[in-house]
Structure formats: C-alpha cells, structure tokens
C-alpha cells in the first residue's frame, strides 16, 4: 500500500501543534479502525515506521526491532517485514508469546514469518548482557515495546529489553519508538518503570514517531529527554479536538514609529530583601530588556542602594508598593525574585490594586502559607485584574498542598488545579514548562534546555513577561505567559555553550533575550 505524506517533524519552530490525551487518541484509533479493513492502519502505521527507519539511518542496513506484548509490536513486525524485503538484515526480538498478541498484531507476526524475518524471543538472564543484536553502534534499533497501552510498571522480560535498547543507545545506536518511548506515560511524561531502574525504566529514543496524535508526554516532564526528536504521522486520520497545545513561536510586534517610552508601559519589580536585592534588579533588568517603557526596582532590603550602577536605565523606587492607588493601578508588576518573608508586607495593596501581577518565588510562597493573601488572590477574579503566577515545581506544591512529586506526576493537571483553585494563570516551570489558564487549552512549552538551571533565570523569565505585558496591556496573562517562555527558552536554545553542559548566567540570557534574534 502506499501512504501519501512523509512524517512530519515537530519542533520548537514549526508548532503549534494539538496534542491529544491517551484517551482521546484510543478513541480516535477507535473511530479509525472501525472505517478500514482489518490491518489497514498498522499497515499504514508500519510503512511509516519503515520510511522513516531509511530516512534517519540511511546506511545501517541493519536493524533490530523489539516487539512487545500490544499493536504496538504489531507496528514494529510490518517495519520489520518491510525493511526485510529492503533488503536489511532484520532481528525481530519478542517479548511475549506471539500466539496471544491482538489479532492484527498477530496477523503482522504471521506476515512476517512467511516473509521470512528472523524472529526469536528476546534472550533472558546473562546472555542478554550488552545489546542484543548485530554487534554494531550503527545498527538502527525499533522500540515496539509499548505504545498507548502502557499501564504499568515494564516487568521481566520487557525491562529487560528496555534496559537493553538503553544500553544501545548509550553506545550510540539509533533507536526509533514507535508512538512513545516504551515506558513512558502518554499524558504526563513520567517513565513508569521500577524506581531504581536507569532513566526511569523508560527507552530513550533518538527518534520517536507518534502516531496519529501528538501525545502531551513526549514534551513534559521526563518526556524530552526520552523522545528524541519526534515526528508524527496522521495516517491519513484527521484528529479531533485537541486537549493540550505544544506553543509555537509568538511574533514580535512592531514598534510604531511616532511611539515614545510613555507608550510601552510601566513595569514596577517589588522583591530582592536583604542579600536577595540582585533577583529584584534581574527581573527589572530584563524588563527593561522586553521593552518596557518605564522600569522601576523597589528593593525590600531597606539598606539596599536604589540605583545599580550596572543598568543606570533602571529606576529605583524606596517601598514603591506604598505609591498612590493611582501609580499602582497603571504599572505591570512583579512581585516575588527573592522577597524573603520581608514580601508578605507589599502583596496586600499590590493585590488589591495592580491590574497585571506577576507572582513569583517568595511571593507564591507568602501566598502559600496565608489564607488572606490567597483570599485577596483569589478576589482578583472578580474585577478585571490578571495575574500570572510563576512556580517551579515546589513552589506550586506549597501552593497545592501536596508534594512536589505529586506536582511532577501529573504536571498538566498540577498546573491546571492551580489554576482551579487561584483563578489565576499560570506557568508551572521545569522540563516542558506548562502554561495553564482560566478558559484556555492548557499549553506545553516545546523551547529552553538545561542550561536554564541556573540562579536567576527564574527572575529573568518574571521580568520578561512583565515587559511585554506593559507593551500589551490588553493581552491576557496566559496570551503574555505562552509567547514570554517560548522566547525564554528559545534563547538557551540558542546558546551554543549548553551542548557542553554550560549553564546560561542570567545576564547572559537578558542579552541574548534583548536581540530577540530568537526566530
Ligand atoms: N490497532 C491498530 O491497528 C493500530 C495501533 N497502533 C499502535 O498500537 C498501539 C496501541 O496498541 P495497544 O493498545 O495494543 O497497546 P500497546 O502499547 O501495544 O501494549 C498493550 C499491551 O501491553 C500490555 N502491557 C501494558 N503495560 C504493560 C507492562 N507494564 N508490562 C507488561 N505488559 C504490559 C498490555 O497488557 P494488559 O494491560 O492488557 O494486561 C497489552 O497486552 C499504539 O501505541 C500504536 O503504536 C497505531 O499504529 C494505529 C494502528
Ligand atoms: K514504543
């Protein structure tokens, strides 16, 4: 058969792109499959897999695929079939017995045998040592494991064959998952293997081809760090309304010439107490940076000095918070970047006031242990004011009442019952940070790397999205937030240095931010 278009790549460029819940997709195979004759889509779904194996590895010739217990196996056995007739040398590794494979993975099974594919089941115990297959960190390896119908922690001989296509891919072979890194959860992008096995238990692909659907784990949580690069083929499906949104690149608005600085807004920072006082002038900086007409600092350390002499452009404003209602109520605020407990004093009149907050760090954390300023938050609903809360995951469990891990388990849900519970929008910070809002799709931030794991990058991202805010003061918090963390990330994309492990300085990240070079 042929299938007319080739995968498509997702990347952090080309979105945004609908994701698609574990749910949501089964049903649609669900719809898809009762409209074709029997083994149409895994047909379909292992040519896809065969194209692409001869699109990222052109020169192996050799390939090893694992196949597991569900249609996912079956995927795997049509591309072994397939890139068996190629002319490649082909070792199909079963984990169960294909006799009780589901009937068209079985019927794949049977066409590959009659094709003449080499299949066993995969080796156990200490033979099973080293990668399985033609001793070469060229050969191109298939993860068929587990796709859509993972439920559980991979036990026997399925870890086993994780920990051997892990093994592969550290001495450098590709390895190409069909649909989802076998171990990983669909929806949340944590590895569901046993607690003490390397990488969670989960493949770690070079590649991964999600089919049908984009699902929202390939991009949160440990999902990034197991997917590789993904691409996705529709199999000709037309999928339905989407659950989640991975955010493409935002657009630079123009700055018109007859504008002054009056026209971009005020950004006001209220943070930094005392041996904390640099977050406050970061996240001004920054601002400033984002181009924000008007940036004042109002440290909380009492002894702090109200100019740095570093970025004479910014303003500093002794407990600015204390202004007239009439200053607070025009100014884009940020309140938090390293406020200690001395911020519990400035969130009452910024709450009740300021039209566009940013809470971040301290701030949440204030929040988090106050009824009252989680009431005076909450109060916020009910006039026009938006606020934007920043947590890392920590921050958003103080403010959740439970772990951090609970947070990290289910990030789209966390960032959503934060939501729920403040009224307020939100970026849940970390790995495929998650931008969720009230009344939106919740969103997954494909940009930004390690590198960002350093002091201050948090500060930086507050005072960013507080100075576009300023310049776009009719823009919702969530509309600010997605376009302000894509262009956060995409700017430690784009420094060269994170491949070998460097982390960005803070100072660094504004200048790389302030050339908005980020494409
Ligand atoms: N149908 C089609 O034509 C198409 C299908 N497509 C493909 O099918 C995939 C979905 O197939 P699937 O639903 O069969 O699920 P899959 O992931 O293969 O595994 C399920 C099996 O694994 C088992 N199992 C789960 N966890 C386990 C564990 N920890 N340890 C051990 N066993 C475990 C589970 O057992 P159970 O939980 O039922 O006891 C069940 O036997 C999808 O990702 C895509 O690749 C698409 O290409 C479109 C065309
Ligand atoms: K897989």
């Known amino acids: 058969m042929t299938i007319s278009n080739a995968p498509l790549h997702v990347h952090a460029g080309n979105g945004p792109w609908p994701l698609h819940s574990a749910a949501a997709s089964q049903a649609l195979e669900r719809r898809a499959l009762a409209q074709v004759a029997p083994m149409t889509l895994m047909e379909a779904a292992g040519l896809a897999v065969a194209r692409l194996a001869l699109a990222i590895a052109p020169q192996a010739g050799r390939v090893v695929v694992w196949v597991g217990p569900g249609n996912n196996g079956g995927d795997g056995l049509v591309a072994a079939r397939l890139l068996h007739g190629r002319g490649w040398r082909v070792q199909v590794w079963t984990t169960g017995d294909p006799a009780a494979l589901p009937a068209d993975a079985h019927q794949a099974w049977q066409r590959a045998q009659a094709a003449g594919v080499p299949m066993a089941p995969v080796p156990l115990g200490p033979e099973a040592q080293g990668p399985v297959g033609f001793d070469c960190s060229r050969t191109l390896h298939i993860d068929a494991l587990l796709g859509l119908g993972l439920r559980r922690a991979p036990a026997g001989a399925l870890a086993q064959a994780i920990a051997q296509l892990q093994a592969a891919a550290a001495g450098g072979a590709p390895v190409l998952a069909i649909d989802l890194p076998s171990g990983l959860h669909p929806d949340t992008g944590c590895a569901l293997g046993a607690a003490d096995a390397p990488w969670g238990g989960a493949v770690r692909a070079t590649d991964t081809l999600s089919l049908l659907t984009l699902k929202p784990g390939l991009f949160t949580a440990q999902g990034r760090d197991h997917a590789g690069r993904v691409w996705l083929h529709r199999l000709g499906v037309p999928a339905g309304p989407a659950d989640a949104v991975l955010s493409g690149p935002p657009a630079w608005a123009a700055r018109p010439h007859g504008h002054h600085k009056g026209s971009h807004g005020d950004v006001a920072v209220v943070g930094g107490a005392p041996g904390m006082v640099g977050a406050a002038w970061l996240a001004a900086s920054a601002a ?45 605020v940020v309140c938090g970047c390293g406020g200690g407990e001395a911020v519990q004093a400035a969130l009452p009149p910024l709450l009740a006031a300021t039209p566009r907050l940013v809470l971040d760090a301290d701030a949440l954390n204030a929040i988090a242990t106050a009824p009252a300023l989680q009431a005076l ?8 004011a938006q606020t934007l809360l920043t947590p890392h995951p920590l921050e958003a469990a103080r403010l959740l009442g439970c772990s951090t891990a609970e947070v990290q388990a289910d990030r789209v849900a966390a960032a959503q019952a934060l939501v729920a519970r403040y009224g307020a929008a939100v970026v849940l910070k970390g790995s495929g940070s998650v931008i969720a809002a009230p009344g939106a799709l919740p969103h997954i931030n494909p940009t930004g790397n390690a590198a960002l794991a350093s002091a201050g990058t948090g500060d930086v991202l507050a005072g960013w999205v507080a100075g576009l805010w300023a310049q776009a003061p009719g823009a919702s918090a969530g509309e600010v937030a997605r376009q302000a963390v894509w262009q956060h990330g995409r700017a430690a994309d784009l420094h ?17 931010l302030a050339l908005r070079a980020l494409g």
């Open 496 to 512: 060269e240095p994170a491949a070998r492990g460097a982390p960005l300085r803070a100072e660094a990240l504004i200048e790389v």
């Open 288 to 332: 400033l940076a984002a181009g924000a007409g008007r940036v004042y600092c109002s440290p909380l350390d009492p002894e702090a000095a109200l100019l740095d002499p570093a970025h004479p452009g910014l303003m500093g404003r002794s407990a600015w918070w204390r202004e007239p209602a009439s200053t607070l109520e025009t100014a884009t």
């Open 377 to 384: 938050l909450q109060a916020r609903t009910s006039s026009e």
